[in-house]
Protein backbone atom coordinates (compact mmCIF):
# COMPACT_ATOMS: atom_id res chain seq x y z
CA UNK A 1 0.00 0.00 0.00
CA UNK A 2 1.63 3.43 -1.26
CA UNK A 3 -0.97 5.97 -0.58
CA UNK A 4 -2.64 8.24 -3.00
CA UNK A 5 -0.71 8.66 -5.62
CA UNK A 6 -1.46 11.77 -8.53
CA UNK A 7 0.38 12.54 -11.87
CA UNK A 8 1.86 14.65 -12.60
CA UNK A 9 2.74 17.01 -9.38
CA UNK A 10 3.46 20.01 -11.44
CA UNK A 11 1.45 21.53 -14.53
CA UNK A 12 1.82 24.36 -16.75
CA UNK A 13 -0.32 25.43 -19.38
CA UNK A 14 -1.04 28.55 -21.35
CA UNK A 15 -5.01 29.75 -21.37
CA UNK A 16 -7.01 28.07 -23.64
CA UNK A 17 -5.71 24.52 -23.32
CA UNK A 18 -7.08 21.38 -22.01
CA UNK A 19 -5.05 19.88 -19.07
CA UNK A 20 -5.75 15.97 -17.58
CA UNK A 21 -4.93 15.04 -14.18
CA UNK A 22 -4.48 11.36 -12.55
CA UNK A 23 -5.09 10.03 -9.35
CA UNK A 24 -4.26 6.50 -8.13
CA UNK A 25 -6.51 5.80 -5.10
CA UNK A 26 -5.54 3.08 -2.17
CA UNK A 27 -6.30 -0.04 -3.45
CA UNK A 28 -9.68 -1.16 -2.62
CA UNK A 29 -10.52 2.16 -1.89
CA UNK A 30 -14.21 2.65 -3.16
CA UNK A 31 -14.85 6.24 -2.94
CA UNK A 32 -12.92 8.95 -4.05
CA UNK A 33 -12.65 12.60 -3.62
CA UNK A 34 -11.26 15.50 -5.54
CA UNK A 35 -11.04 18.88 -3.78
CA UNK A 36 -9.34 22.19 -5.10
CA UNK A 37 -7.16 24.66 -3.42
CA UNK A 38 -6.01 27.80 -3.52
CA UNK A 39 -3.25 29.41 -2.16
CA UNK A 40 -3.93 30.52 1.71
CA UNK A 41 -7.32 28.73 1.86
CA UNK A 42 -8.95 25.33 2.71
CA UNK A 43 -9.56 22.18 -0.09
CA UNK A 44 -13.16 22.96 -1.27
CA UNK A 45 -14.56 19.77 -2.28
CA UNK A 46 -15.50 19.00 -6.20
CA UNK A 47 -16.75 16.04 -6.83
CA UNK A 48 -17.29 12.13 -5.23
CA UNK A 49 -17.01 8.61 -6.46
CA UNK A 50 -18.70 5.45 -5.37
CA UNK A 51 -16.76 2.81 -7.29
CA UNK A 52 -17.40 4.28 -10.72
CA UNK A 53 -20.30 6.04 -10.01
CA UNK A 54 -20.23 9.93 -10.10
CA UNK A 55 -22.73 10.43 -6.89
CA UNK A 56 -22.26 14.35 -6.21
CA UNK A 57 -20.52 17.25 -8.06
CA UNK A 58 -19.84 20.87 -6.16
CA UNK A 59 -21.25 23.88 -8.56
CA UNK A 60 -17.99 24.89 -8.76
CA UNK A 61 -17.32 22.07 -10.96
CA UNK A 62 -18.16 24.11 -14.10
CA UNK A 63 -18.87 22.64 -17.85
CA UNK A 64 -15.60 23.17 -18.78
CA UNK A 65 -14.52 20.23 -15.51
CA UNK A 66 -15.24 16.92 -15.97
CA UNK A 67 -13.96 13.89 -13.92
CA UNK A 68 -14.17 9.92 -14.55
CA UNK A 69 -13.64 6.71 -12.85
CA UNK A 70 -14.15 4.06 -15.41
CA UNK A 71 -13.32 1.34 -13.52
CA UNK A 72 -13.57 2.33 -10.42
CA UNK A 73 -10.02 2.37 -9.66
CA UNK A 74 -8.31 5.45 -10.71
CA UNK A 75 -9.55 8.86 -11.75
CA UNK A 76 -9.09 11.60 -13.98
CA UNK A 77 -9.89 15.32 -13.79
CA UNK A 78 -10.38 17.10 -17.09
CA UNK A 79 -10.26 20.82 -17.21
CA UNK A 80 -10.92 21.94 -20.78
CA UNK A 81 -10.50 25.56 -21.99
CA UNK A 82 -8.16 26.45 -18.60
CA UNK A 83 -8.88 29.93 -17.60
CA UNK A 84 -6.00 31.68 -14.87
CA UNK A 85 -8.62 31.55 -12.41
CA UNK A 86 -7.86 27.60 -12.84
CA UNK A 87 -4.69 27.72 -10.93
CA UNK A 88 -4.68 26.02 -7.78
CA UNK A 89 -3.45 22.83 -6.40
CA UNK A 90 -6.22 19.57 -7.11
CA UNK A 91 -5.77 17.11 -4.24
CA UNK A 92 -7.63 13.63 -4.70
CA UNK A 93 -8.43 11.68 -1.44
CA UNK A 94 -9.98 8.58 -0.63
CA UNK A 95 -11.48 6.06 2.04
CA UNK A 96 -12.38 2.98 2.24
CA UNK A 97 -15.96 2.47 3.82
CA UNK A 98 -19.18 2.06 2.25
CA UNK A 99 -21.22 3.75 4.32
CA UNK A 100 -21.05 5.97 7.32
CA UNK A 101 -17.58 7.55 7.54
CA UNK A 102 -14.20 7.50 7.85
CA UNK A 103 -10.78 9.26 7.71
CA UNK A 104 -10.06 10.31 3.93
CA UNK A 105 -6.22 9.33 2.98
CA UNK A 106 -4.88 12.85 0.61
CA UNK A 107 -2.66 12.89 -2.57
CA UNK A 108 0.27 14.96 -2.95
CA UNK A 109 -1.79 17.13 -4.95
CA UNK A 110 -1.12 18.00 -8.81
CA UNK A 111 -0.25 22.14 -8.81
CA UNK A 112 -1.31 23.75 -11.74
CA UNK A 113 -0.51 27.00 -13.10
CA UNK A 114 -2.29 28.49 -16.18
CA UNK A 115 -0.08 31.51 -17.75
CA UNK B 1 -24.82 26.18 5.19
CA UNK B 2 -21.43 24.13 7.13
CA UNK B 3 -19.00 27.41 7.58
CA UNK B 4 -15.50 26.12 9.09
CA UNK B 5 -13.32 28.84 10.90
CA UNK B 6 -9.94 28.70 12.19
CA UNK B 7 -8.24 31.08 14.45
CA UNK B 8 -5.79 32.14 14.42
CA UNK B 9 -4.78 32.29 11.08
CA UNK B 10 -0.87 32.11 11.62
CA UNK B 11 0.90 31.43 14.75
CA UNK B 12 4.86 31.65 15.55
CA UNK B 13 6.53 30.20 18.45
CA UNK B 14 9.53 29.51 20.33
CA UNK B 15 10.21 25.33 20.57
CA UNK B 16 8.83 23.91 23.46
CA UNK B 17 5.42 25.84 23.92
CA UNK B 18 2.03 23.86 24.59
CA UNK B 19 -0.28 25.30 21.96
CA UNK B 20 -3.81 25.58 21.40
CA UNK B 21 -5.41 25.79 17.84
CA UNK B 22 -9.16 26.71 17.47
CA UNK B 23 -11.54 25.41 14.67
CA UNK B 24 -14.95 26.36 15.16
CA UNK B 25 -18.43 25.23 12.76
CA UNK B 26 -21.84 26.41 12.28
CA UNK B 27 -23.55 23.91 11.94
CA UNK B 28 -23.22 21.15 14.81
CA UNK B 29 -24.93 18.66 12.89
CA UNK B 30 -21.94 16.70 12.18
CA UNK B 31 -20.91 12.76 11.92
CA UNK B 32 -16.92 13.57 13.19
CA UNK B 33 -14.61 16.33 12.89
CA UNK B 34 -11.18 16.00 11.38
CA UNK B 35 -7.85 17.84 11.76
CA UNK B 36 -4.94 17.26 9.31
CA UNK B 37 -1.38 19.00 8.49
CA UNK B 38 -0.30 19.88 5.39
CA UNK B 39 3.24 20.86 4.84
CA UNK B 40 4.13 23.75 2.27
CA UNK B 41 3.43 22.05 -1.31
CA UNK B 42 2.62 18.82 0.14
CA UNK B 43 -1.27 16.75 0.30
CA UNK B 44 -3.02 16.67 3.89
CA UNK B 45 -1.75 14.73 6.56
CA UNK B 46 -4.74 13.15 8.54
CA UNK B 47 -4.50 13.71 12.11
CA UNK B 48 -7.25 12.86 14.47
CA UNK B 49 -10.61 12.04 13.89
CA UNK B 50 -12.99 12.49 16.49
CA UNK B 51 -16.38 10.97 16.20
CA UNK B 52 -19.90 12.96 16.82
CA UNK B 53 -20.09 10.77 20.00
CA UNK B 54 -16.42 11.44 21.69
CA UNK B 55 -15.45 14.55 23.40
CA UNK B 56 -11.34 13.91 22.42
CA UNK B 57 -8.87 11.56 20.71
CA UNK B 58 -5.41 11.70 21.64
CA UNK B 59 -2.21 10.95 19.54
CA UNK B 60 1.10 11.35 20.79
CA UNK B 61 1.76 15.16 22.07
CA UNK B 62 -1.56 15.86 19.65
CA UNK B 63 -4.97 16.24 21.81
CA UNK B 64 -7.92 17.09 19.92
CA UNK B 65 -11.24 17.94 21.86
CA UNK B 66 -14.80 18.28 20.20
CA UNK B 67 -17.79 20.16 22.37
CA UNK B 68 -20.71 19.65 19.39
CA UNK B 69 -22.78 22.10 21.02
CA UNK B 70 -20.98 25.17 21.15
CA UNK B 71 -19.65 24.35 17.45
CA UNK B 72 -16.29 24.20 18.93
CA UNK B 73 -12.77 22.00 18.42
CA UNK B 74 -9.48 22.86 19.79
CA UNK B 75 -6.06 21.24 18.30
CA UNK B 76 -3.26 21.04 21.43
CA UNK B 77 0.20 20.50 20.99
CA UNK B 78 2.08 19.79 23.61
CA UNK B 79 5.90 20.83 23.65
CA UNK B 80 6.13 22.35 20.40
CA UNK B 81 9.03 21.06 18.01
CA UNK B 82 10.16 23.14 14.88
CA UNK B 83 9.24 20.00 13.03
CA UNK B 84 5.73 20.98 14.35
CA UNK B 85 5.62 23.76 11.60
CA UNK B 86 2.94 23.33 8.70
CA UNK B 87 -0.44 24.10 8.17
CA UNK B 88 -3.30 22.46 10.43
CA UNK B 89 -6.67 22.46 9.19
CA UNK B 90 -9.61 21.11 10.84
CA UNK B 91 -12.40 19.89 8.51
CA UNK B 92 -16.53 18.07 9.17
CA UNK B 93 -18.45 16.23 7.22
CA UNK B 94 -22.17 18.03 7.08
CA UNK B 95 -25.18 15.66 7.97
CA UNK B 96 -26.72 17.93 5.14
CA UNK B 97 -25.69 16.68 1.54
CA UNK B 98 -24.45 13.73 3.00
CA UNK B 99 -21.30 12.54 4.19
CA UNK B 100 -19.38 12.10 1.28
CA UNK B 101 -17.27 15.50 1.67
CA UNK B 102 -15.24 17.33 3.80
CA UNK B 103 -15.68 21.10 4.58
CA UNK B 104 -12.41 22.67 5.61
CA UNK B 105 -11.32 25.89 7.64
CA UNK B 106 -8.68 27.92 5.82
CA UNK B 107 -6.23 26.67 8.41
CA UNK B 108 -3.81 27.62 10.71
CA UNK B 109 0.04 28.43 9.45
CA UNK B 110 2.35 27.02 12.48
CA UNK B 111 6.08 28.37 12.37
CA UNK B 112 8.07 26.95 15.26
CA UNK B 113 11.81 28.31 15.61
CA UNK B 114 14.86 27.03 17.79
Redesign the interface.
Known amino acids: DTG?S?NPRHKITKRGQNVTFRCDPISEHN?L?W?RQTL??????LT?F?NEAQ??K?RLLSDRFSAERPKGSFSTLEIQRTEQGDSA?Y?C?SSPRQG??D???????T?LTVL | KQEVTQIPAALSVPEGENLVLNCSFTDSAIYNLQWFRQDPGKGLTSLLLIQSSQREQTSGRLNASLDKSSGRSTLYIAASQPGDSATYLCAVPPFSGGYNKLIFGAGTRLAVHP
Do not use: C, I, K, N
Not at chain 1, 103 to 109: A, H, L, N, R, S
Open positions: VQRYYGQGPEFYQLESMLAGTTQYFGPGR
